[in-house]
């Protein structure tokens, strides 16, 4: 370590102050980012605190460290830094991250941050100039980390319109149908009929199936698993809320779609590859042709929410899942779909694996780096030979 590094409590370096009441009955949608102890909840018209900021998890993600690049208003389940006394603040961010905070929490029943034993906590500190070059580097991968994510989310955005525009608005069907040109290549404009017809549902494409859920799918129960069999694998695993870990083998052998089961929000998701689930959700099989993808959007529209089998934990009735109505349209247009999509789909993996990768450089070199056992200019020849 350089000798111009100072050892020091961290009380010398920052001053920590707990964040702002701000019951949801007060709150106006706006631009600035409320903040708690998980990160970003939501928006106000009134910030706090002047950003770039940062903000420490006090109760609940005890812990967890978030860099706010604007002007903000931290919640009172989080600290934030009052006083960054000169230093960089998105060094700092990175300083928080590699504490161990669980030294620094109360013995309540509710363990929580205790902010006045967290500044004793023992720094080294580097000079100014080495925080701003470490900073830039760690800064870079979560640059882009946050540029896939963002990207991503563009993407699904998009797949998301399409889906909307031909099976909840029937673009293309109210197009031909009003002698209009559909704006589809021609083979994908002859799979939409011209013309509509009553249903249950109300107006449907003709031609197009009212069903229900029990007829296209079944829905299979995870397993459970143990927490320490659930790191470090080849597969997957998924809960109510999504993935959750990896495990050595697959429960579903292919790619397809998972329902929460318990839990007051139980989500949807999809997986490419062959996964795990617990037994906190289910799995779909098919029963009969479907495109999975389909299925999944037409599933992310349903409010699984709703539908408690009554017990003292919501849960997910597969009966209630099963009687649900739903439009099924042809197979041939379920696939164009998800063929037209597919660029969009093999990008987010894509995305997703980079950023996987560029996580994992980053939890590597951010210790070394704060702590001073690796210097910036090995740390930079590391990311060049990334081609980050």
Not at 54 to 64: A, C, D, P, Q
Not at 162 to 191: E, I, T
Not at 244 to 257: A, K, T
Request: charged share 25%; glycine share 8%; proline share 7%.
């Amino acid at each position: 370590m350089a000798g111009e590094w100072a050892e020091i409590s961290l009380s010398d370096a920052i001053e920590l102050k707990r964040g702002y009441d701000l019951p949801s009955y007060e709150r106006r949608e706006g631009p600035v980012p409320i903040v708690s102890s998980s990160g970003i909840t939501g928006r106000h018209t009134e910030a706090k605190v002047k950003g770039p900021g940062v903000v420490i998890g006090r109760y609940g993600t005890l812990g967890e460290v978030h860099y706010i690049t604007k002007d903000y208003w931290p919640l009172n389940t989080a600290l934030y830094v009052r006083d960054f006394k000169g230093n960089c603040p998105r060094f700092i961010n990175y300083l928080l991250r590699s504490l161990d905070f669980t030294a620094y929490s109360d013995k309540a029943a509710v363990p929580g941050l205790n902010r006045n034993d967290l500044h004793t906590a023992r720094i080294v500190l580097p000079p100014l100039a080495e925080q701003y070059a470490i900073a830039h580097i760690l800064g870079t991968l979560d640059d882009k980390i946050e540029l896939n994510r963002r990207m991503n989310e563009t993407l699904e955005a998009m797949a998301r319109a399409l889906f909307k525009s031909w099976f909840v608005d029937f673009d293309p069907v109210r197009a031909k149908a009003a002698g209009r040109d559909p704006g589809l290549p021609q083979p994908l404009a002859d799979l939409f009929p011209n013309s509509f017809e009553d249903s249950e549902l109300g107006e449907i494409p003709r031609g197009w199936r009212v069903t229900n859920w029990g007829a296209l799918v079944s829905l299979g129960y995870g397993k459970s698993l143990r927490d320490y069999d659930k790191t470090n694998e080849a597969y997957p695993v998924y809960g109510t809320n999504g993935m959750i870990g990896s495990h050595s083998r697959p429960l579903c052998g292919h790619p397809g779609i998972i329902i929460g089961r318990k839990g007051a929000y139980r989500g949807v998701h999809f997986c490419s590859s062959p996964f795990f689930v617990i037994d906190t959700a289910f799995y779909v099989e098919p029963k009969e042709p479907i495109e999975l993808r389909w299925a999944y959007y037409q599933l992310l529209r349903q409010d699984i929410n709703s539908m408690d089998s009554g017990s003292a934990i919501p849960s997910t009735g597969r009966e209630d899942f099963y009687n649900l109505s739903v439009l099924a349209p042809p197979l041939e247009v379920q696939e164009a779909f998800a063929e037209l999509l597919n660029p969009c789909w093999v990008r987010q993996e894509r995305n997703n694996r980079d950023s996987s990768t560029l996580a994992t450089l980053r939890d590597t070199l951010l210790p070394k780096l704060v702590s001073g056992e690796l210097c910036v200019k090995n740390a930079a020849r590391m990311l060049e030979r990334t081609a980050v």
